[in-house]
């Protein structure tokens, strides 16, 4: 296992919120909520200017993969323990561009995945695929998890990404 993506872009966090200490492997996917303007890059740097840096940053539209915080170190883009991959927004509907059911060209995507593999985190969602908001038992177990519901993790780990 290793704490850094190897794939991954690094622009380091100005600050993290400790060491990550989860019960159950789990992943929580969070839509960027910036617009479509915001690239990888100019997310990380919002992000390290509020502060508050995810794990990882994830652009469909290029296939761009930035690691910020190891993943041994906490997170802080939201108060949630796990793996936070913020995904820039394409759409107001789903950060993921529409391109049919599998995901079969997005390599940085299974670059992730198989890395979230790595780490422990199962390919199952305890929540279902998506749900409107995050309920405060959720992240108690492992696996996926949707902020806010915009990212349809479900249709995530059901691509045929190895």
């Known amino acids: 296992m290793s704490a850094w ?17 989860m019960d159950a492997p789990r992943c929580l996917w969070i839509a960027s909520g910036l ?12 992000s390290n200017a509020y502060l508050c840096p995810p794990h990882l940053i994830y652009d469909p539209r290029n296939d761009e993969v930035i690691q910020m915080v190891p993943a041994d170190r906490r997170a802080t883009w939201v108060a949630s323990e796990g ?11 789903c950060p993921f561009p529409p391109k049919g059911e599998e995901f079969e060209s997005l390599s940085g995507l299974a670059g992730v995945l198989g890395w979230l593999r790595d780490l422990g985190v199962p390919d199952f969602c305890p929540l279902g695929p998506a749900v409107p908001s995050m ?21 995530l780990v059901r691509s045929r990404i190895p």
């Not at 190897?6 to 993290?16: K, L, Q, S, V």
């Open 35 to 46: 617009g479509g303007e915001y690239s990888a890059r100019l997310t990380a740097e919002y």
């Open 83 to 93: 793996i936070q991959v913020v995904v820039c927004e394409t759409t107001q509907e």
């Open 135 to 155: 309920p405060k038992a959720a992240g108690k177990a492992a696996g996926h998890y949707s902020s806010e519901g915009k990212i349809d993790v479900g249709r």
């Open 5 to 21: 993506l190897p794939t991954a872009e690094r622009i380091p966090a100005y600050r993290d919120a400790g060491v990550l200490a």
